[in-house]
């Protein structure tokens, strides 16, 4: 395994340009709970994750070979594991779970990875647990499971629909310990994030093999709808690329903290297209969870100041 690194400053590598890739795979990330509970409308669940993900493998691989002309070349099969399990489960799992439970579900269940991933970082990867990061952790779990309760309470999520969830986290959460791992080898997010996209269409595709819906395959899907299946491929491209460019610099529990931060972007898309009630504990869920995410660059900020 690697030394650690401070994240200050890898390898020359500043942490704003980590952060704004984070910001915007994030904002990418709350979008696509709406999107894909809109696609479950006009295509099934085998369908729709098939359709992101092969989706987002083809255009990852033309950015790359036709348009840059990368070299195509991995250190390591770890990206063809990373691929398995996100997007692949991952992605099965929250189109899964939005199609029984509510949307903003789908956007702040992540919460929880505030907690896990500086444990995991630190048994695993030996990365260092902070103090502002552990604190940032306590209000973003706080903040996912009062929103949870919530939820719960008006009818609009269904244990089932947040266990499915739940496993996405899971599956997550070890995709990342290993995204880690090769962003410090030095291996060049586009070529991981087109080999993780390349297996995960392996995956997509045997499960819509076995789960063939009845008639044609997409037939429910027309011009009008496509811009919608569009943005599924979008929002499945762009974060993961992003994300493994942001794991070259921060530590896993830093990355972990941005996870809540799709639960205000999520829950406003979700009010918007789909009328869903927002509650005042859903307000002060949200801002608990910004609060959680905050924390380290506030601590930061502090510590430079004083």
């Not at 929250?94 to 896990?116: E, F, K, L, R, Y």
Request: glycine share 8%; charged share 10%.
């Amino acid at each position: 395994m690697t030394p650690y690194a401070p994240p200050h400053k890898t390898r020359g590598r500043p942490l704003y340009k980590a952060t704004l890739a984070m910001l915007c795979a994030i904002m990418l990330w709350a979008s696509s709970g709406s999107a894909s509970k809109l696609a479950l409308d006009y295509v099934t669940v085998p369908e729709g994750v098939a359709f992101r993900i092969v989706g987002a493998a083809l255009l990852m691989w033309f950015i790359g070979l036709v348009v840059l002309r990368k070299s195509y070349r991995i250190k390591s099969p770890r990206p063809l594991v990373m691929g398995v399990l996100e997007p692949g489960l991952v992605t099965f799992f929250i189109m899964a779970g939005v199609s029984q439970t509510s949307a903003v579900n789908a956007a702040v269940v992540w919460g929880i990875m505030p907690v896990t991933q500086p444990i995991l970082g630190r048994l695993v990867l030996g990365e260092p647990i902070r103090s502002s990061v552990a604190v940032g952790a306590v209000l973003a779990v706080c903040g996912t499971a009062l929103l949870f309760f919530t939820k719960q309470q008006d009818g609009s999520g269904t244990m089932t629909g947040d266990l499915l969830l739940l496993c996405a986290v899971g599956c997550a959460s070890v995709n990342q310990l290993l995204a880690r791992v090769v962003a410090k080898a030095e291996q060049n997010p586009l070529v991981t994030t087109s080999y993780q996209l390349l297996t995960a269409s392996v995956v997509a595709s045997i499960f819509l093999a076995f789960n063939l819906p009845e008639g044609d395959l997409y037939a429910g899907v027309d011009v009008s709808t496509s811009l919608l299946l569009l943005a599924l491929i979008t929002t499945t491209a762009g974060p993961f690329f992003l994300y493994n460019y942001a794991m070259q610099t921060m530590t896993v529990g830093r990355v972990s903290l941005f996870a809540p931060l799709s639960g205000p972007i999520g829950a406003i898309i979700a009010t918007a297209v789909f009328d869903e009630p927002v509650h005042a504990f859903v307000v002060v869920a949200v801002l608990m969870s910004l609060g959680g995410a905050l924390c380290p660059t506030l601590a930061a900020r502090r510590t430079k100041q004083a």
